[in-house]
């Protein structure tokens, strides 16, 4: 459903559909009262109901529930006035009951659209099917050399993870490209941390993605042969695997092939995919409604309770209002929302200086280069967002250099401080003073003859060398707009 | 001087410290003992259990405390998950494992003084009518050592008949507390679905498995169920309304209580002298002061085609957890696939791995509609039933088991094994609270009293009025102080 | 709910049993009997009647979201089949499908 056309491979347009697994925060798991929290010690965080002990029963979790919801209102879902648990059939080692407790055909919320931008600020919509509850499963460590599943020779299991909250999103197929399949997961993302309802770590295994891919003529409304694509442990797996896909469905079709509905897996190392499992093999899961557990119900007040607690601007519309209000490219606009506390930051900078352009240039330039470098966030550093509103003002009214706002920040950000009084007692402002300027210049031509002669040849790079020669005498506070005008005139009357 | 041998006489005495718990336990521990030579009741006595538990009742008294059930030795079903002792469903697959916790029902009757003296035989995952479904021992009837006790709770019932505990659990799905009381002439309460905690029990079928008592009369099983209900934060199906005390003020007579007769429970199927004691057991409950009044229960005939279908379908998903990965049986194979498969196979009896195919197939893809999905429907109109004919009587009245206890190996074909369940499957799809109380005798060809029970059964969650009417039945006919059994403690 | 043969093998997979040939023929035969005996709930005109999961009428049993005490690591790995330090150990697991 993008709004702009897709580039599409030799007159095939993919169509792609995505299902993710989100770990909920919950401080409990699932059925249980078990922490939920990742990286414990192996089997530690276990009791007889999320090992799954014979006479051992579930309970739910209201606060998972409620996070379901909210995740669901985010997007305009439909939450569901009533819904049920139901249980999905069968067997694996790392699933304790051998059966898991899921939604089937009444899942807490139905519907919804997420909203994405492409880096060149193309906007996007993908419908949501349904998001609905699960409950995780442990984790098997193969015992093998290469780290796979076939050809170990035994399994390790560690049942912390059993149990743990997950909802389900399902989509629509109105995806059309890998970068927006991209551009959905991120949005996803954005709201649920931004709602609190999981820290979604892909690398964490928090958030699971599997994409349907199929691919049609273009101009076609109908479906082409899909195929599920399992194990993308990155955004950048997901893109890659998608990409990859298509062009495998495209090569099959154009050479006369066809492609077969099966799982196929995604080798991040082989940067292809390969089969898993087909059609035939498909699971017949024998979903019945839990006996353990009794429907979920909620009024009409409940959900607007529910819509007037939640956040008032969630990441997602703020994302949607820097883009389409205020003008900033969608690429700067995402890593402002995407950067945690960094749009607050922003937000209270801008106030203050009242120049939102030149306010984003530092904080996603200078302040963004320290706090990766440095791994302290933006918004926990010794800079205040006061102090860069301080700098701003500085620099646009041509009191500072914007190489001494430069070094402003990273004084700044290792010492703290007011850039006003730093740069009135150490002298840091721009040197206009025509006599000062003409003065260094001259210093400069005269310990330079060869460049010179240089510029005088036409060689015009050599300019910059000298204004760089003059900045560096002044320490950077000359107005270098008035040194190169010096330096011309000089110049030419030699 | 001779200990009493009721529950509330039990624990009377113990309160008022004329007997130890401890001489209640020794006592009980004795009576196992001898008769389990003959009647095979328990699958794991518990004495040191017993023990610690009678010293730690009679510590507690000594300070002043008042246990409802102080020192009463209690019997539990081997489907009761009780911390630190083996815990079998009568199955191989779990013949070994320790339980790691407790079961609320018996964590309730514990904390109230009881003291735990054995874990009793079963069918295997509670799947039976004879207990002859047990991997792991052989229970014989009180009353005659070449029938069987009945099932899935056997032990427990037989237990109890034999005087060796004067109150035990079972559990009941589709007629598994009510039949077995019948056949070994005791009373067998299975209480509303919803009204005792389910944690700790180990599922057969989620949606109909329910705890009980068994006991040697009313008053008593009322007092164990008093203290079991009540909603329980481990098992989101328990109800929220607090169970009202059943066992205090039960009325002597049956004035004003209408009791309803189905049309399609006629005697006309049984045998004559079995009809014979049905007859008379209606006669009494209007010399009594009842009015017997026909209703009409037109669905009920299709009870067990669809228990038959509910309870296996709940079942295939409920034993999928026993794979020999985190506990129990492990038959180790190359692979993960084999290992189920094997572990599955050795570790289940025939009637099990039947009712496991039966619900995988009647949950399978393509099937699921015509199967289960049917059954579900079904048991609406069940339900439906017994709420129209609750509006014409306060408790149901209808035999217990068509029969008397039946011989060893009488039921060798599977279905007619079902049709044991004929009169008590109804009541468990919708939920009632059913419970089987002793109403007279046959004789065996040698001579040997047999018992029979009434079934009596309520609406929804309207125990008192029904333990109230069977209380008021066996203090006016006082059955079980006719005959004792052939081996009795 | 036409009569038919039951795959028995096929569920017998699904239930992770391994049956043996006399268990396959005795099984199959006592399925198709009781499935006969089901079939007559195909008489009940049961198109408008709403389905029973449970007879009780509770809604909206949930918990509190409150960590409660976990089972002590030793009871869990000596109460497994098979453990190797902190893990339980299972036979090596063949693809997707187990």
Redesign the interface.
């Known amino acids: 459903m993008s709004s702009t056309t897709i580039p599409t491979i030799e007159g095939y347009e993919a169509v792609i559909g995505i299902e993710c697994h989100v770990e909920l925060t919950t401080r409990s798991k699932m059925f249980c009262g078990c922490a939920n929290i990742f990286g414990a010690e192996p089997n530690t965080n276990v009791c007889p109901v999320c090992l799954g002990m014979p006479g051992s029963l579930p309970v739910p979790n209201r606060a998972a529930i409620e996070k379901i919801v909210l995740a669901g209102l985010a997007f305009g879902g439909k939450i569901a006035s009533f819904s049920k648990f139901d249980r999905k059939n069968y067997f694996y080692p790392d699933m304790p009951k051998n059966y898991q407790i899921s939604q089937y055909d009444l899942p807490f919320v139905q519907g919804g659209v997420v909203t994405y931008w492409l880096p060149d600020g193309t906007r996007g919509t993908c419908r949501l099917t349904r998001i609905h509850m699960e409950e995780d499963t442990g984790k098997s460590v193969h015992a093998s050399q290469d780290g796979r599943i076939a050809g170990s020779t035994s399994s390790l299991l560690d049942f912390n993870r059993a149990g743990v909250p997950l909802m389900e999103c399902v989509s629509e197929p109105d995806i059309r490209s890998a970068a927006e399949a991209v551009a959905f997961l991120e949005a996803l993302r954005r709201t649920f941390v931004g709602l609190g309802v999981s820290d979604v770590k892909m690398e964490e295994g928090s958030l699971r993605c599997d994409a349907n891919v199929s691919i049609r003529p273009c101009g076609s409304t109908e479906f082409g042969t899909k195929a599920e694509i399992k194990n993308m442990n990155s955004f950048r797996s997901v893109h890659r695997a998608i990409e990859s896909e298509i062009a495998r469905q495209v090569d099959l079709i154009t050479r006369g092939e066809r492609v077969i509905q099966e799982t196929r897996g995604w080798d991040e190392a082989a940067g292809r995919t390969h089969t898993m499992r087909s059609k035939e093999q498909a699971h017949d899961y024998r979903y019945f409604p839990d006996p353990d557990l009794v429907p979920i119900t909620f009024t009409d007040e409940q959900i607007a309770a529910f819509r007037a607690s939640s956040l008032s601007i969630p990441p997602q519309q703020r994302l949607e209002r820097l883009i389409e209000e205020d003008g900033i490219s969608a690429v700067q606009a995402h890593q402002l929302v995407d950067t945690p506390g960094l749009v607050a930051y922003y937000d209270t900078a801008v106030e203050r200086s009242g120049r939102p352009q030149a306010t984003l240039n530092f904080v996603l330039g200078d302040l963004a280069r320290l706090a990766n470098e440095s791994g302290t966030p933006v918004a926990a550093s010794r800079v205040t967002p006061e102090a860069i509103a301080e700098i701003v003002g500085l620099s646009e009214s041509g009191k500072i250099t914007s190489k001494t706002g430069k070094e402003l920040i990273t004084r700044l950000w290792n010492e703290g401080g007011s850039p006003t009084e730093i740069v009135e007692r150490e002298g840091l402002a721009q040197e206009n003073d025509a006599g000062v300027i003409e003065e260094l210049v001259r210093e400069v031509l005269a310990a330079q003859p060869k460049s010179v002669a240089d510029v005088r040849a036409g060689n015009k790079n050599v300019l910059r060398f000298l204004v760089g020669q003059v900045m560096k005498a002044s320490r950077g506070k000359a107005n270098p707009v008035l040194v190169e005008e010096r330096l011309r005139s000089l110049i030419a009357q030699e | 001087m001779s200990l009493p041998t009721t529950a509330r006489a039990i624990a009377d005495a113990v309160c008022r410290r004329e007997h130890s718990a401890v001489a209640f336990a020794e006592a009980a521990l004795d009576a196992l003992q001898r008769t389990e030579p003959k009647i095979g009741a328990f699958l794991t006595p518990l004495p040191d259990l017993a023990r610690a538990a009678a010293v730690h009742v009679d510590r507690a008294i000594a300070q002043g405390r008042h246990l409802p059930l102080a020192g009463v030795p209690i019997a539990l079903k081997d489907?009761?998950?009780v911390e630190g002792t083996r815990?079998t469903?009568g199955s191989r697959i779990?013949e070994n494992?320790?339980?790691?916790?407790t079961?609320t029902a018996v964590e309730r009757l514990l904390a109230a003084g009881a003291v735990p003296i054995g874990k009793t035989n079963l069918d295997e995952f509670a799947m039976g009518s004879s207990c002859e479904n047990s991997a792991l021992g052989v229970t014989c009837n009180p009353w005659d050592a070449g029938r069987v006790p009945g099932g899935s709770s056997g032990g427990s019932a037989a237990a109890v008949a034999a005087g060796v505990a004067p109150l035990s659990l079972g559990s009941d799905t589709g007629g598994s507390i009510r039949e077995p009381a019948a056949f070994c002439g005791i009373v067998g309460f299975k209480p509303s679905?919803?009204r005792i905690s389910?944690?700790?029990?180990?599922?057969f079928?989620?949606?109909l498995d329910q705890i009980g008592p068994f006991a040697r009369n009313v008053e008593d099983a009322a007092l164990a169920y008093d203290i079991m209900a009540g909603k329980d934060?481990?098992?989101?199906?328990t109800?929220?309304q607090s169970a009202e005390a059943t066992a205090a003020a039960l009325p002597e007579d049956l004035r004003g209580v209408r009791v309803g007769i189905a049309r399609e429970f006629d005697l006309k199927e049984l045998d004559s002298n079995v009809r014979a004691v049905y007859e008379q057991a209606y006669r009494d409950l209007e010399r009594l002061g009842a009015e017997l009044v026909e209703v009409k229960l037109p669905?009920a005939?299709?009870g067990?085609?669809?228990y038959?279908?509910i309870a296996p379908?709940?079942a295939?998903?409920n034993l999928?957890?026993?794979?020999?990965?985190?506990?129990?049986?492990?038959v180790?194979?190359?692979?993960?696939?084999?290992?189920?498969?094997?572990t599955?196979?050795a570790g289940?009896g025939?009637e099990v791995?039947?009712r496991?195919?039966?619900g995988?197939?009647a949950?399978?893809?393509g099937y699921?509609d015509?199967?289960?999905?049917?059954?579900?429907?079904?048991?609406?109109?069940i339900?439906a039933d017994f709420a129209r004919a609750f509006e014409r009587c306060d408790v149901l009245a209808c035999p217990a088991a068509s029969s008397p206890a039946f011989a060893f190996k009488a039921k060798a074909d599977?279905?007619s094994m079902?049709l044991m369940d004929y009169y008590t499957i109804p009541m468990s799809?919708?939920?009632l609270p059913s419970l089987s109380v002793p109403c007279g005798y046959v004789s065996t060809e040698g001579g040997k009293p047999l018992p029979l029970g009434l079934e009596l059964t309520g609406s929804?969650f309207a125990e008192r009025k029904l333990l109230a009417a069977a209380h008021a039945y066996e203090r006016g006919t006082r059955h079980i102080e006719r005959h004792r059994p052939e081996v009795f403690a | 709910m036409a009569s038919e043969q039951i795959n028995i093998a096929h569920v017998a997979q699904l239930a992770r049993l391994a049956l043996t040939p006399d268990e396959t023929i005795r099984f199959g035969k006592q399925l198709g009997s009781l499935l006969e005996h089901v079939r007559v709930l195909q008489s009940l005109p049961l198109d408008d009647v709403p389905a029973t999961a449970q007879v009780i009428p509770s809604r909206n049993e949930m918990r509190e979201d409150d960590v409660r005490p976990s089972l002590r690591r030793e009871v869990v790995l000596a109460g497994a089949p098979v453990s190797e330090g902190v893990y339980i150990r299972v036979p090596r697991i063949l693809g997707e499908d187990a």
Not at chain 2, 198 to 203: F, V
Not at chain 2, 323 to 330: A, H, I, K, Q, W
Request: net charge positive; aromatic share 16%; proline share 3%.
């Open positions: 489907n009761l998950c815990t469903c779990l494992w320790v339980a790691p916790y079961a679905y919803g389910r944690y700790g029990l180990i599922a079928a989620s949606s934060p481990h098992d989101a199906t109800v929220d669905s005939e299709y067990l085609a669809t038959y279908l379908a709940e295939s998903s999928a957890r026993f794979d020999g990965v985190r506990y129990g049986l492990r180790e194979g190359r692979d993960m696939r084999e290992t189920y498969d094997r599955r196979a289940f025939a791995k039947r496991i195919l039966i995988t197939y949950l399978s893809s699921y015509a199967y289960y999905v049917r059954a579900q429907k079904a048991r609406t109109l339900s599977p279905y079902y799809l919708a939920g929804l």
